[in-house]
């Protein structure tokens, strides 16, 4: 699980120095997979549930300092991704 989590949070650093768009489909898959991994190890998260839990990486600053040591900025693209990745969830769209 934690080499995972790792290797996610690895390719959305990778994508947003990159300067790829968090709402792209890259950032989008690799956050989808994250909400993947949180339902297989740890509870049911849907997209939705998953949206809250971007907000509060950005808000709670314990998992901001997370995001950021890994990448200044990170926190904002995880959450905007997933905010993407929620919006296509609710509309019935993918990529």
Request: aromatic share 8%; glycine share 8%.
């Amino acid at each position: 699980m934690h080499a995972e989590q790792e290797a996610i949070e690895r390719e959305l650093a990778e994508l947003m120095r990159a300067g790829e768009d968090p709402t792209g489909e890259p950032a989008v898959a690799a956050v989808e997979r994250h909400r993947q991994l949180i339902e297989r190890w740890f509870y049911p998260c849907s997209p939705q549930m998953h949206r809250g839990l971007g907000e509060m990486y950005v808000a709670d600053e314990r998992f901001a300092r997370h995001y950021e040591e890994r990448a200044p900025g990170l926190a904002t693209f995880v959450r905007d991704a997933i905010v993407a990745n929620a919006e296509r969830a609710r509309a019935g769209t993918t990529g």
